[in-house]
Structure formats: C-alpha cells, structure tokens
C-alpha cells in the first residue's frame, strides 16, 4: 500500500497491507492475551498510560511532522492535535478507578444477602479508525478500552497508515503487551472487513455513514456491540444581536479549521437578515484572509485535502450542483493549480436545501451561509437533515441560545462556540451521525458490561 503525501503527490512509504492470516492470527493472540491484561491491577495499567503519555510529549514534534506528511493537516494544527490527546489522557486515568468501581446496591445482614454490580471489560475490541484526527478518534477507543481491561485490535485508516504505526509503537514502548494492542493492522476497507469476520466482542467504528451501516450491518448477526461514530452535516445558526465580525470570525474557524476535514466541522450557516451584509463581507474577507499552501509552513492554516481526487471531486460536484442552481461564489470555488490537492477556501450564498452543499457532508474547506428571517426559520432549516452530530447558536443573549439549540436534534449543544470536543463531555451523534457514546464517564462505560452478583451468606 502506498502511502502518499496529499501536499506533492508524492510516495512517503510503501507498506504491506495484513492479509486474512494475520488478522486472524492478531485475533487470536488478543483473545489468549486479554485476561491476563485485564488481571493485571488497574494501577499498572495506568501507570502504563502514563508512560505512552510521557512518550508522546516526548515525541510530539516528529509525530506531528509525520500526521502533516501523510495527511496534510498543517503543522500548527497537527501539533495542536498532538498537544490535546494530552487532557484526554488525564481525563481517562482520572476517571477509569470509579467507572470500574463495584457497586453494592443492597446489603441485608437479616437475610445474609448482598446485592453487587461488577464491570467486566468486554474482551476483544476491534478499532476501526478515520484519518482526519487519527490521534483523538484512535485514543478515545484504545485509551478507555486498554485502562479497563480490554484487549485492541487496531486498524488505522490507510490515509493515516504512519500514524497508526506510530501509535503501536509507543503504545508497546509504553509497556502495553504486543498481543493486547496489536500492531496495527495495516490496509484498506477490505482488511476492516477482515476484521469484523473474526468472533470479537465489540467494535468501535469512526468514518463515514457509507461504512458505518456496512459495519454495523456484518456484526449485527452476531449481536456483536458496535460503537458508530460518523459523519455530521453542522448547522451555525447567527442571530440578529451579535457582534457580526466577532462571529464571522469564530464560525469561519470552524468551517475552515482542518481544512474543513472535521466530523463536526461547521458545514452549513444560517445568518439572520438584520446582520447578513455585514456577517457576510467578514465571513468572506475572514475567507480570503487564510494562507493556503505546504502544511510543513507553520503560516498555512489551510492545507490540501487528505482523501485527494476524491475529494477535490466531491467539493466540485457541490459548487457545480450549488451554482446550477443559483448560487454564487463570493471566493473560492474551484481546485488550485498547483502541484498536490489543493481547494481553494470557497464561500457560496443564495443557497437552499434543494442543492447538495446543504445536505451532504462536504468535508472540505467549502461552505454555504443561507440568510433567515427567523429563529424558528433557522430551527426548522438546521433540524431539516438525516445528521445530528453538532449545533452551534450564536447570540449574546444565553436563554435564547439554550431555547433554540433544546429543539435541535443533536449530541452537542454550542453557544458561542463550534467544533469543539471536551474529554468530560460525552460525544455522541443522532441519525445518521451515529450510535453510541465516547469521552466523559459514558465513554469509559462503553468498554465494560455489568455483571450482576447476588450473594447470600452461608
Ligand atoms: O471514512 P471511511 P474516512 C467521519 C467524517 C467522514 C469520515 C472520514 O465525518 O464522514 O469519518 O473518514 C474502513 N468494513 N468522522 O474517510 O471511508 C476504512 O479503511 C470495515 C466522524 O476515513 O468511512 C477506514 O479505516 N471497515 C467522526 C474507516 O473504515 C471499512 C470523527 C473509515 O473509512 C470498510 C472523525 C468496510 N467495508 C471522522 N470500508 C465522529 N463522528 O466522531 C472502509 N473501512
């Protein structure tokens, strides 16, 4: 498999894809491994982590450079990524001895009885990752499910094969055992399904909703858990009483950061009338305003676009449908001429929810501002898709702000803000966005099943 830097076309590394054998053979010794990692007391367990952490500050530098190679994300934001696993971490060894903790629910000494939940880690869990953060959509898998006892099989995304590896490779320098977090299982879509063949206990899936129901589609059978986070289409709704400059600062942020390439980027934004003119010529200049170029150049903000071809042809195909049907491009709307996969940052106005840029995940640094007369016309246009990842309300005013984002159908609730994830918080998609929870509390839970005990003395 070739692994290939977004930025220049370029052949960083060929690496051999794990065929049927070894992903059967990974299963096995995971299987043989796990209750001897699971008996192993919860403080060496984390003091492991705490190890990979020290590693990864250690190292954070060069695996920065690294995630920018492969995947063109620019090296302020990939040191960025690397700098916030770091919270997650603390979060997770933090809170993983009271996720794990018994539960005494009766204790009767008149009948001898006591009544007692036990969390059991789930086995084998298979980690099915995305490319566009591979350090935080893999360590809110593999950090709550190594702490509490399960054994990893891990398959990066192929656009973040180096990434993948470098996480296996700490993670054993760390001293977690090779059988437990198996070196990751390199390859495409084909080895993800190799995996979901093998008799695991659970699988945690982040990608797009084309493969989250394929996955869940071949474990279902098996009644095997399975954990979905996909993709999102994320409305920001800007009201009539905001500073408009302020916000269009703060909502371009989040439309553009990552080059756009963010599950929870903001991807479609509602501006009322009274503020639109001046919303508008912010947002566009903001626009204008980024350095597009080398990801290695710490100045870049936006970078090229990881899934390439691919993805150039998407956001194309959305200005093409967008413009045929009336929109127009105040910047932007077209690839760059220029070695490697470039877009051009591209803002459309005059858009509705007949064209494809306000339905579809875009995925890129592309976005369509729609002007509204009303917060209940901006309540009904952001709950109007098959998503339910993020929504974000912009306005000084709090109560409108928690009344409006109360009826739209989403896992998180912003005021003021966007594209944010915190490790106490739990992330979790609705509608096609996804099933299941990771990060707070609930994240940890996810990775354990309750075992219920009944005792009664002799
Ligand atoms: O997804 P793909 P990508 C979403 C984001 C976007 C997508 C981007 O919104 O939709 O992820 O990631 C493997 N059986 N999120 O392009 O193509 C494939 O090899 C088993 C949401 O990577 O779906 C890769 O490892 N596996 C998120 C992985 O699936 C298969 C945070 C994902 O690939 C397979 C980040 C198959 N048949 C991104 N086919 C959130 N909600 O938190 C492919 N794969």
Same mark, same amino acid.
């Given at each position: ?53 020290? /590693? ?36 997770f ?37 995305a ?30 094969t180096?990434?993948?590896?470098a ?96 599950c ?25 305003g980024?350095?597009?170029?080398d990801? /290695? ?21 959305q ?19 220029r ?16 064209m ?16 509204v ?10 709950n ?50 996804? /099933?299941g929870?990771? /990060? ?19």
């Amino acid at each position: 498999m070739r692994v290939v830097n977004p930025a220049t076309g370029e052949v960083l590394r060929e690496v051999a894809e794990a065929d049927r054998a070894a992903v059967a053979a990974a299963f096995r010794r995971a299987r043989a491994a796990q209750p001897a990692w699971a008996a192993t007391p919860l403080a060496a367990r984390c003091a492991v982590i705490r190890r990979f952490r020290a /590693l990864a500050v250690e190292r954070a530098e060069p695996l920065a450079r690294t995630l920018t190679l492969e995947v063109g994300k620019p090296i302020t934001q990939a040191r960025g990524e690397l700098a916030g696993l770091l919270p997650r971490i603390d979060f997770f060894l933090a809170e993983v001895e009271g996720a794990l903790a018994d539960e005494v629910v009766l204790t009767s000494p008149a009948d001898r009885l006591e009544e007692r939940i036990r969390r059991e880690p789930l086995g084998v869990v298979a980690s099915i990752s995305a490319w566009n953060y591979p350090w935080y959509v893999g360590a809110n898998v593999f950090l709550p499910a190594l702490l509490t006892g399960n054994a990893v099989l891990y398959k990066p995304s192929e656009l973040a094969t180096l990434t993948g590896l470098a996480i296996g490779e700490l993670l054993h320098e760390a001293g977690v055992p090779a059988d437990v977090f198996h070196q990751a299982l390199v390859g495409g879509g084909n080895v993800g399904a190799m995996l979901l063949e093998e008799p695991i206990d659970a699988v945690c899936f982040t990608g797009s909703y084309a493969t989250g129901i394929k996955v869940a589609a071949a474990v279902a059978p098996r009644l095997v858990k399975a954990q979905l986070e996909l993709g999102g289409k994320d409305p920001a709704y800007v009201c009539d009483d905001v500073d408009a400059v302020a916000a269009a600062a703060a909502v371009a942020d989040g439309a553009f950061y990552n080059t756009g390439q963010s599950c929870c980027a903001v991807e479609r934004v509602y501006v009322h009338e009274r503020v639109w003119p001046r919303f508008v010529d912010a947002f566009v200049g903001t626009a204008r305003g980024y350095v597009v170029g080398d990801p /290695l150049d710490a100045r870049t903000y936006i970078g090229p676009l990881a899934r390439r071809e691919a993805a150039l042809a998407v956001l194309e195909a959305q200005v093409a449908d967008a413009v045929g049907h009336g929109a127009r491009a105040l910047v932007g709307g077209r690839r760059l001429d220029r070695p490697g996969f470039f877009f051009a940052p591209t803002v459309l106005v005059d858009v509705d929810h007949t064209m494809r840029v306000m339905r579809e995940e875009t995925f890129g640094p592309l976005i369509g501002l729609a002007r509204v007369g009303s917060d209940d016309e901006a309540v009904a246009l952001m709950n109007d898709t098959d998503y339910g990842l993020t929504a974000a309300v912009y306005t000084p005013d709090r109560a409108r702000a928690e009344r409006l984002l109360a009826r739209v159908n989403t896992g998180t609730a912003y005021w003021n803000c966007c594209d944010r994830v915190s490790p106490r918080l739990p992330w979790t998609g609705r509608g096609a966005s996804g /099933l299941g929870v990771t /990060l707070a509390r609930e994240g940890i839970a996810a990775f354990v099943r309750p075992k219920a005990w009944h005792l009664r003395g002799g």
